[in-house]
């Protein structure tokens, strides 16, 4: 697995672009559909959870946002740099 953004909270929250990102591991059924569309933010962990990966700084906001949206479960939140949901709303 490549290195995680933050390996004490390897699901987030995280920030990237301003965003703050996170994956509630409660939620997330290892669909993977996160990786498919982001492969340079999502991997899955041991446990088959989605975690945030250093690469992710590289990433395309917007790419990160489909990401999230792609999520069968909306385990994928972000919130923009003032607190407020992008998704899921």
Do not use: Q, Y
């Amino acid at each position: 697995m490549s290195k995680l953004l933050d390996p004490k909270n390897p699901s987030g929250p995280v920030k990237i672009k301003k965003m703050r990102v996170w994956v509630d591991r409660d939620l997330c059924i290892g669909a993977a559909t996160c990786i498919a569309v982001a492969a340079k933010t999502f991997d899955l962990d041991s446990e088959a959870k989605a975690v945030i990966l250093d690469s992710a700084t590289e990433e395309e906001k917007e790419t990160i946002i489909e990401a999230a949206k792609a999520c069968p479960v909306a385990a994928v939140i972000i919130e923009d740099e003032n607190g407020n949901r992008i998704f899921p709303k």
